[in-house]
């Protein structure tokens, strides 16, 4: 999971989606940010779009699965996005998931003229049923929506992404809209970098919501997103560590890190919680060494 925010060009996201593909790991995502979000970070080369990345992406790797964690719901109208996100998962050959999320960071809306109402729980919740009402209208059919904040007339609810459905990831530390929106949308419930403790409770306030309407809890993917840094021995682990802008004590307390083994153990412990996916959100993008170190001496022992 990359941050291309704080500075990565679209060949330093390509170097890293076909090594992480040519590793064997399962999937390549993207945050979906316009601005740097770490002030120490001058963010350069500028920004790159999600969606225009996975674009390119999906025409240079074959197996790698590709997606975001999140796309804001203020960058898109949901016609947009539905459009954009079946035609990179055709791009692909059905290798697209979509994260989407409410957005969070004034300030990158402000620098680019993209509005940021307050409030923006409901723009989600029609985007969800906008997004997914498209894809799953039969052909030859025509989609219709009257909400609050968006309409759609007759709409040909075209092109169709190849999967069907199309993996929707929705996440956050909510106590009650949330989990309620991951029980009725999401094929995947993710917890972005939230305390250890938190992990099991989280999960279920899911679990509790998708029960409330009668769907089975165990259909979703449980997903935990952590920042990650791993070494062979504890100075290139602390190196790792340092290039993060974290100390070695608050990565372990916090992250995915340390050495192989105690990265190992840690993976035991978040299984034990419910965690049946994990994004390792990797911040220097020109040290492929730490992915190859990953796959070659953690994976394995998984």
């Excluded at 170097?15 to 940010?33: C, N, P, W, Y």
């Excluded at 409901?122 to 997004?131: D, F, R, S, T, Y």
């Excluded at 993710?190 to 998708?210: I, K, S, Y």
């Excluded at 995915?256 to 965690?275: F, K, P």
Aim: net charge negative.
């Amino acid at each position: 999971m990359t941050e291309p925010q704080l500075g990565a060009s679209y060949d330093d996201l390509l170097a890293v989606a076909q090594a992480t593909e040519k590793l064997g790991f399962d999937a390549f995502i993207r945050s979906d940010h316009y601005l740097t979000t770490d002030d120490s970070i001058d963010g350069l080369p500028g920004p790159t779009d999600a969606w225009t990345t996975l674009a390119g992406l999906a025409r240079e790797t074959s197996t790698v699965r590709l997606g975001t964690l999140v796309s804001s719901v203020t960058y898109r109208y949901p016609g947009i996005l539905a459009i954009q996100v079946a035609q990179v998962d055709q791009m692909s050959g059905g290798r697209v998931e979509l994260g989407l999320g409410t957005g969070w960071f004034r300030r990158e809306h402000e620098a680019y003229g993209i509005p940021f109402p307050e409030k923006r729980f409901g723009l989600l919740e029609e985007q969800l049923a906008i997004v997914t009402g498209l894809w799953s209208t039969p052909l030859g059919e025509t989609f219709d929506f009257a909400g609050e904040h968006y309409s759609l007339h007759d709409s040909p609810a075209l092109p169709k992404p190849v999967q069907s459905p199309v993996p929707v990831i929705i996440g956050g530390a909510g106590a009650s809209r949330t989990p309620r929106l991951a029980a009725r949308y999401a094929s995947e419930f993710n917890l972005p970098f939230v305390p250890f403790e938190n992990v099991r409770p989280g999960f279920d306030r899911v679990r509790d919501a998708c029960l409330a309407i009668e769907r089975d809890p165990d259909e979703l993917v449980y997903s935990l997103a952590l920042v990650t840094a791993v070494g062979g021995d504890e100075a290139e682990f602390a190196r790792r560590a340092a290039r993060v802008g974290r100390t070695t004590e608050w990565m372990r307390g916090n992250g995915l890190a340390g050495t192989a083994s105690e990265v190992v153990d840690r993976i035991g412990a978040l299984r034990e919680d419910g965690v049946e996916r994990l994004y390792l959100q990797i911040h220097d993008l020109q040290d492929l060494d730490q992915l190859d170190f990953i796959a070659r001496e953690v994976v394995p022992q998984l």
